[in-house]
C-alpha cells in the first residue's frame, strides 16, 4: 500500500483537499486529551461551520487502552454513517483507530480478537503527535483484554494518509521528546540487524539513524525545522519495522516499562544499549539464514549510517547518545531481576539474528541494570 504523506501548512488547507476530495460529510475523529493543547484543534472545531463536515470525537481510551474502549469506540463509529477516520495523538490513540478501523465490520455478538479480518477501504487520516512510535505507518496495534497484552497486525489498519504537523511538537515535556527520539532510532537499529530485513527496510533504516542524529540536537531544544525532522524519521522507522517486526530489545523492554514505570522508550534504549555490544561478540551464534558474514555485513553497514568506521565504534556512539540523554537506571532488587529474566516471551526473540538462552537475557539484564 502507498501512504500519501501530508505536510501541514497555513490554516491546514491541505486538510480541506483531502476531505473534500473524499465527499466527506462526517469524520470520525479519535484522540487523546492532548488535542485540547494544540492548534490543529481548531481546525477541527470550525470544519463544520466552514465545510458542512460534522466532526464527532471519541477520547474514551487510557494509555494501553483496553478492548473494552475499542468496543465502545466501533459501537459509536457505527451508529454515525462516518465517512472517514482520523487519529490525532501517540500510540495509544493510532492503537483505538486502527482497531476500530479493523472491527467496525465484524459480528459484534463475538469477541473481535477471536474473528477473521475482514479488510475495508474505510479512508484513515492518521496526525501524530510524537516523534517516536512511528506507529502511522505500521500494520500493528496493541489492546489489553482481561489485562493480558494483545498484539494486532493486518496490513488493512495502515493509514491511508499522514499529516505532519511540527507544531503538535511544541508542548511535548523534554522527558518524552528524549524518550520518543530513541524509541524511533531503536525501530531503525532493530529493524536494520532482524532476521525479516530486506533491501527497502534497511534503506529505510538507514534514513532515520541518519536523520535522527542529525536533527537530534536542535529537536532537544524544540527547533521546529527539526521537529519536522525528526516526525519523518519516526515515520521511515516505522516503516522499517513495519516490515521487520521488533527484536530483542523490545522483548526485554517490556516488563522494564510495567515494573518501573518508564517510558516504553526508555526501557528499549537501555536494552540495545546493552544488546549492541552484545551482539558484535556474539557473532558466531548467528541464526538468521542469511548466515555470519551477512550479519557482520549488517553491523558494518548500521556503523556507516552512524558515521562510524567499525560496529564497536558504532556501539560507543549509539552508547555516548543514549548516556547523554541522561535516563534513570532502575535499581532492582535480586527477585525483580528474576522477574525480568523470565519475563521475556520466547516468540519475540524470534526475529533477532543472534540465539539468546536464558543465561544470555540474565546476563544482558545485569548489564543493563548495572552498566
Not at 465502545?72 to 483507530?97: H, L
Not at 484513515?124 to 496495534?141: C, M, V, W
Not at 556474539?282 to 553491523?299: A, E, M, P, S, Y
Amino acid at each position: 500500500m502507498t501512504q500519501t504523506v501530508l505536510t501541514a501548512e497555513h490554516d491546514y488547507i491541505q486538510l480541506d483537499t483531502f476531505f473534500q476530495s473524499l465527499n466527506t460529510r462526517r469524520v470520525f475523529l479519535v484522540c487523546d486529551q492532548s488535542l485540547e493543547f494544540l492548534t490543529i484543534r481548531h481546525y477541527f472545531e470550525k470544519l463544520e461551520d466552514r465545510l458542512g463536515i460534522t466532526v464527532v470525537k471519541f477520547g474514551d481510551f487510557q494509555p494501553n487502552p483496553q478492548y473494552e474502549s475499542v468496543e465502545k469506540g466501533v459501537q459509536v463509529f457505527n451508529s454515525g454513517n462516518f465517512d472517514v477516520i482520523v487519529a490525532v495523538g501517540g500510540g495509544s490513540a493510532m492503537d483505538v483507530a486502527k482497531c476500530i478501523k479493523l472491527y467496525h465490520n465484524m459480528d459484534k455478538g463475538i469477541c473481535f480478537l477471536e474473528q477473521s479480518i475482514i479488510p475495508n477501504d474505510i479512508p484513515f487520516l492518521a496526525i501524530p503527535t510524537t516523534a517516536g512510535t512511528g506507529s502511522e505507518a505500521t500494520r500493528y496495534a496493541v489492546v489489553y483484554y482481561h489485562g493480558e497484552k494483545q498484539s494486532i497486525s493486518h496490513p488493512s489498519c495502515i493509514p491511508t494518509t499522514v499529516l505532519f504537523d511540527q507544531s503538535v511538537l511544541k508542548t511535548l515535556p523534554l522527558y518524552q521528546r528524549k524518550t520518543t527520539a530513541l524509541d524511533a532510532l531503536c525501530h531503525a537499529v532493530e529493524a536494520f540487524w532482524s532476521i525479516n530485513s530486506t533491501e527497502e527496510s534497511r534503506q529505510y533504516s538507514r534514513q532515520a539513524i541518519q536523520m535522527i542524529l542529525t536533527n537530534l540536537p536542535a529537536y532537544l531544544y524544540n527547533e521546529e525545522a527539526a521537529n519536522a525532522g525528526m516526525l519523518d524519521a519516526a515515520n521511515k522507522a516505522g516503516k522499517a519495522i513495519n516490515i521487520t517486526q521488533t527484536t530483542a530489545g523490545h522483548a526485554m523492554s517490556y516488563k522494564l516499562t510495567s515494573l518501573f514505570g518508564i517510558a516504553h522508550g526508555h526501557a528499549v534504549a537501555l536494552c540495545d544499549r546493552a544488546l549492541f555490544p552484545w551482539m558484535i561478540s556474539h557473532t558466531d551464534r548467528c541464526i538468521d539464514r542469511r548466515g555470519k558474514k551477512f550479519l557482520q555485513g549488517i553491523l558494518l553497514d548500521i556503523a556507516m549510517s552512524f558515521d562510524c568506521k567499525t560496529p564497536e565504534e558504532a556501539s560507543q556512539r549509539f552508547r555516548k547518545l543514549i548516556d547523554s540523554m541522561e535516563l534513570s537506571i532502575p535499581i532492582a532488587t535480586p527477585e525483580q531481576v528474576l522477574l525480568l529474566e523470565t519475563s521475556v516471551n520466547p516468540v519475540r526473540l524470534k526475529n533477532h539474528p543472534i540465539l539468546l538462552a536464558p543465561e544470555d537475557i540474565s546476563e544482558l539484564y545485569h548489564a543493563i541494570l548495572n552498566p
